[in-house]
């Protein structure tokens, strides 16, 4: 059978293990961890912030066995689309295709209005659109010139946000025996107050809904899959990476913070894109007596929302260039330039990109937080319809005769993993915003900036089912037959 991405006008394998790697290891390291995780601890304690960190590390981890099972079988880049068209229903796959790309073009936008407000630490007088269109030009450049060009580029924002947190732990560590920055702290901190939780239970979920974002973009290999170019080799060893990323960035960082800085700490509760210079990372920096770290986290933390939003970008890119190849968006979206990018479908994601110039108008934090309420539901609805995917996948794989020895790449605790996914990610939709029905009175304008996803994604979901009369394909008929056998 001829492999379809050899074929002309077809995307190339650019992305060589490397980049696999680091788009990877970088996928989930960004703000969430550099600034949200202050915010967690002072909520629910370095006990619940833990937690809570390692409940949603534990689901994503599942969850990329999943996509790494799918992707190495069958590496394409529409991924998500592709799979549950294929594997649940040619409906379910229009609306996922269409979320994941409103997921990741609006979150350019959020990303860019980040970076306008993280840029007023040097220069605070300066316009906000210039700045927007500055990153914008960036993030667009970068995925116009190549496939290679985004991947050296997420490369190197990798390296940045890797070594940053390897020097955090290493003196975080050197710290806490009083090695450096004064005497041993022991477990005062930790033990604030006779416990390591704090807040109750609607404080443990509102940090278990912050996490979830923080780890959004580990999906981003199941479309790099699409344009790697040894899929069946590159894509296990970057999805088996997982767990010790997690475990080491982000259950290992929260660790250090709570033991060193006490939960009560109003710095920490102040941790935001207004607030560079009490990011927790900034707070054990300076005590370890490093004067600078305000500005170098400052930028450190610009190189993770551009990385964000240049990933962003190129992954909805391929998706959109993906439906349209597959007739579930226009055709114009799938045309390839010489060095096979698809350009219209660059052109539409960036177009939404520019949605960041509202910062300019309405206010810088206000704009961010906006957008990034609108995207964060996406992002949820996207892993559930992986866990969903892998399921019926592998029930479809089995039904049709085929051996578990046949695939590349074999998930682990299958049915349980993607069982226990699919209900965690359930939980984190459902309770997106349990304060707006808690109060004394309903926040409506709350719920419906929460929630306003689900409803549009059954809309898109049950309306494309209702036009187009699409069922649920029998397993004994979902297509297995389209593999990549380059690795």
Known sequence: MKNHKETEG???????????????????????????????????????????????????YFLMNSLGELATYLPDSGSFSTYASRFVSPAFGFAVGWNFWYNWAITIAAELAAATVIIKFWFPDSPSALWSLLFLLIMFGL????????????????IIKIITVIVFLTLGVLMIFGIIGGESVGLKNFNLGGSSFHGGFFAFVGVFMAAGFSFQGTELIGVAAGESENPRKNVPRAIRQVFWRILIFYVCSIFVIGMLIPYTDPSLLNSDLNNIGVSPFTLLFEKAGLAFAAAVMNAVILSSVLSAGNSGMYAATRVLYSMAKNGLAPKFL???????????????????????????????????????????MCGFINWLAISVCHYRFRRAFLAQGHSLKELPFIARWFPAGPIF??????????????GAFTGDSIDWYGIVVSYISIPLFLMIWFGYRWVKKTK????????????????
């Open 10 to 60: 077809s995307l190339k394998p650019s992305l060589k293990a490397r980049h696999m790697t680091m788009i990877a290891l970088g996928g989930s390291i960004g703000t969430g961890l550099f600034l949200a995780s202050g915010s967690a601890i002072s909520s629910s304690g370095p006990g619940g912030a833990l937690l809570a960190y390692a409940a949603v590390g534990l689901m994503v």
């Open 143 to 158: 995925n116009f010139l190549s496939t290679k060009s985004f991947g050296e580029s997420e490369f190197w924002f990798a």
């Open 334 to 376: 799938g045309k390839l330039n010489r060095r096979s990018i698809p350009v219209n479908a660059l052109i539409l994601t960036t177009s939404v990109g520019m949605l960041a110039f509202l910062a300019s108008f309405f206010g810088d934090g206000v704009v961010y937080i906006w957008l990034l309420n609108a995207s964060g």
């Open 421 to 434: 996914a699919f209900i965690l990610c359930l939980i984190a939709i459902f309770g997106q915003n349990l």
């Open 472 to 487: 649920v394909i029998p397993l004994e008929q979902c297509d297995l037959s389209t593999i990549d056998h380059r690795g």
